[in-house]
């Protein structure tokens, strides 16, 4: 937990979080030993390659998938533990938009009857369903229209309101604008900073897009192969990142500018497999700055500085080998 951060203020608080599964090879590890914390009214940003756990954790995180080992702390009681009637409250409270806002409405409901389904099932009046169209944006001569009737704009905006359908307080954002053109993201990113301002939401926003991610959050995750390997302030991250993978991450994302361009790193090799791990530092294989330690010992995530923790032996003393 960052240190100026009150304990009081923290909403959720991930500690040592595992999400393991069996498979004909072995053991794959997709989430594996992650910790962080997010506070009320704040945005953590997760991002990483396809494929490194992003997702499998937002779900685990959200209770849609049972967790291997570890401990989920929503307002200081451990989710994981919750029985059928505290699992059933913790839901009303945490919700989750979706990537591909087609596959995850029906395609038999209608815009109004999409909204209104998590409030018959918790038995809540539904008249809620035309001020939530309002409060996202969707004109109320929608009511009646399908999903396949609408542009993916507005198909996300469903998704967005059915979420917000209970008010939750915590809100896990699944690449919610991936699939969106570059109008709409910003429309509906937009629509989630106000949304986020006026009612006091706490999101953590799961991407591959860094320029979304450095819009919308307050702090950042970096991570890769299931583990969180650097976390910092949205501003302390994108000025001075000190994991190896980070910086090449950033020097990938292009900026609209006259001056020199930032060099390029290109990282050789592919990620390894997350099914029976072998010792040592995930990104060994790929760090033009490893060294022997880092190919027989797997670093922590530790503060280098206040409020900046990195996974890497070597953080703030980098020499690239020949």
Known sequence: MNSATKKDDVLLDVRHLKKHFHVSRGVLHAVDDVSFTISKGKTL??????????STLGRVVIGLIEA???EVYFRDEDMLKFDGRKKSEFRKKAQIVFQDPFSSLNPRMSVAQQIAEPLIINKIFAKKVMELMDTVGLASRLATSFPHELDGGRRQRIGVARALALDPEFIV???????????????????????KNERGYTYLFISHNLSVVRYVSDE?????LGQIV????NVDLFKEPMHPYTQALLSAVPIASLAPKKER????????????????CRFAGRCAYRQERCLAE???????????SVACHFA????RHA
């Open 173 to 195: 954002l699944d690449e919610p604008v991936s699939a969106l053109d570059v109008r709409i993201q910003a429309q509906v990113l937009n629509m989630l900073q106000e949304l």
């Open 316 to 319: 703030g003393r980098l020499e």
């Open 298 to 308: 797997n670093p922590t995530l530790r503060e280098i500085s206040s409020g900046h």
């Open 45 to 54: 940003g997760l991002v990483g390659e396809s494929g490194c756990g992003k």
């Open 265 to 280: 790193i290109l990282l050789e090799g592919d990620v390894p497999s997350p099914i029976n791990l072998a010792p040592g």
């Open 68 to 70: 291997t080992n570890g």
């Open 220 to 224: 950042v995750a970096v991570m890769y």
């Open 230 to 233: 650097e976390k910092a302030g």
